[in-house]
């Protein structure tokens, strides 16, 4: 059940408060694989000196295809478990052309974080396309230009969309008019880069001089290096292959292949050029919960909505915090990750239920999507 309220007084074309977590979604009979693949990345900067991008790829799977729990963790005692897949499954043979959906994880996540929204968005007809970071994820160890570079992110979204194009598998089978991308938290911030939004860090200091305790402020939004500050500022100080990099922030990373971008609760709305947002002429749609003390939505998902023209915001009640919206939580992992696994459970799957089914709807129509017959 959802009350829709329309702001007539903005540039925003509706704000949906959701009252309540459960919502009727349709059940999504397709079965997925997924596969592990590497692209070419501009990742030497941030720690990786390959230069090379592991992303999972996601896509509908041939009828018949048996799949299973997909576990995240150590063989037997997962961390996290969410969604059924299959390893290297066959690809399904139709339709010919299948939208695509580059995900970006947050800040010290990994490519499996959105694991729910991935397989998901397979199962209705989408190839999708997960990306670790680089420097910025929780399997290697962090850099402190992976964490302070993080315009730097929507680079890897466009390499991972060239990557993807050129492989055999997927290249051919991808539309390359409807190609959308989907971000959490700091990958929120992400999508949003891409379809044109430019951040300036140096916006970050007014903010954090008014609400020094903020997460973003006070280092509990970079828990991987929460002094990354000033880690950076002393890098910038002696590295200038650095400071170049850093004195790139306010470059648009915009990639004109994307077409449509769903932020799900987008971090440093404070440091975002608000005429960027205004410049933005792809559908956005921006989903948080009410209960987020990370990326509270009063300085983040609301203000982007607001002044992104004709963006969809849709606001969880209290109950749904940040860590919300990461893959559920097993046994194991609420014991190991108790500040993530918090409202681990049913309620946290329902969440996920109709979050995809946020995702699908607003992809089917903003990337003009035929329904199946």
Known sequence: MRSRFINAASTLTAIVLVLVIRVACAAADAPVG?????VAGNTASRG???NRLHVVVWYPAAAGTQTQPIEIGPPGVPYFVESQGALDAPFAAAPARLPFVVV????GGTSMDLSWLCAGLAARGYIVASVDHPG???LEAPTVAGNAVWWLRADDLSRVIDGVLKMPRFGARIDRDRIGAAGFSLGGYTVLAIAGARGDDRLLGPYCARKPTTAVCSGVATPMMPDVAAKAAALAASDPAFRAAMASNITSHRDVRVKAVFSIAPALGPAIVPESLAAIDVPVAVVAGMGDPIVPVLD??????LGIPNAELTLFPKVVGHY??????????RTTFPAICGDAGPGRTELHRAT???AAAFFDRALEIAPQL
């Open 48 to 50: 990786d000196l390959d």
């Open 356 to 358: 995809t089914a946020l």
């Open 300 to 305: 983040n998902a609301i203000p982007d909505a």
């Open 104 to 107: 970006s994880h947050g800040t």
């Open 34 to 38: 997924y596969t592990n693949a590497s």
């Open 324 to 333: 919300s919206f990461l893959t559920d939580c097993a046994s194991a992992g």
């Open 136 to 138: 910025n994820n929780a």
